[in-house]
């Protein structure tokens, strides 16, 4: 993807701003990866400068609400937390990869894993694979092409586990113990952004699921869109904020597209820390 990761966002703020706050984040990254500070016994919080730049409206415009966690109705979804978005061996990383630091969305995400295991909530993964037949769709949307021309989540086939440890379609490191228990649902996996095509309502509503903390990748594509979906088929939504990110390219920054329409049509949109601490209450 021949893509500028330091190209300017879409947001209301000047371009030296965003620059300079950029090439401090990714200084600080650069340092603490070579100290070997960024693992998963090292929580990397969202920075200030993210906290600044996608801040709430100091008075917004619409009303109000939140979501409840009702014990035994209540789930943790959390779509593709694989390797092709989260690392940075990951092939959407150049262009992902500054919004994934800035919130440090990757420890956030097993944070909001433990805070629900020890709870004893469900955890339901929603995963993108493509197999080979996928390759041969007739007509595609603008990522979708990208996705299979990078050749993004492959695997080849959908019986076949040949070559998935460690690939870009494989479980991010740290996460493989939550998801690995034997207890985590791990859906069908959806094909183009949204669960229309998986299985997630099915098991969910086999589960008596009917609310949702939502979390995961990438925040303006298939998080966004299992949101909406999830809506219209009557669950309520709580949204992660820290605990997505998206692609920063010259047609916008995904994470502030993504987390305008969170305020808009989510039943709640958290922080990571409220979140870990609402679960950790509901136990």
Avoid at 12 to 19: A, H, L, M, Q, W
Avoid at 134 to 146: A, I, Q
Avoid at 209 to 234: F, P, R, W
Wanted: proline share 6%.
């Amino acid at each position: 993807m021949d893509h500028d990761p330091h190209h300017a966002c879409g947001c209301d703020v000047t371009p030296e701003k965003v620059d300079m706050a950029r090439r401090r984040l990714m200084k600080g990254a650069a340092a603490a990866t070579a100290a070997g500070t960024l693992t998963a016994g090292a929580a990397m919080a969202a920075t200030d400068e993210a906290r600044a730049l996608y801040a709430d409206p100091d008075t917004p415009g619409l009303p109000q609400i939140d979501m409840e966690i009702a014990p035994g109705r209540t789930a943790l979804v959390v779509t593709d937390p694989q390797i092709d978005f989260l690392s940075e061996d990951g092939v959407t990383w150049g262009v992902v990869g500054e919004s994934v630091t800035e919130q440090g969305t990757v420890d956030n995400i097993e944070r909001l894993f433990a805070a629900a295991k020890a709870a004893g909530m469900p955890v339901f993964i929603s995963p993108h694979y493509y197999y080979p037949h996928d390759h041969s769709w007739e007509f595609e949307g603008t990522l979708e092409r990208t996705m299979h021309s990078i050749g993004m989540f492959d695997r080849p086939g959908p019986l076949d586990l040949d070559g998935f440890e460690g690939s870009g379609a494989d479980w991010m490191p740290q996460y493989k113990k939550y998801i690995e228990d034997g207890e985590t649902i791990v859906c069908s996996p959806h094909k183009v952004y949204g669960p229309a095509q998986n299985d997630l309502n099915l098991q969910l509503r086999k589960r008596g699921i009917d609310k949702v903390i939502l979390a995961g990748m990438s925040a303006n594509l298939c998080t966004q869109a299992h949101l909406y979906e999830m809506l219209e088929l009557g669950y309520e939504v709580a949204v992660v904020r820290d605990a997505t990110a998206g692609a920063k390219v010259p047609e916008g920054d995904g994470y502030l597209a993504a987390i305008i329409n969170f305020r808009m049509v989510a039943n709640g949109v958290w922080w990571t820390d409220d979140a870990v601490d609402r679960i950790a209450r509901s136990a």
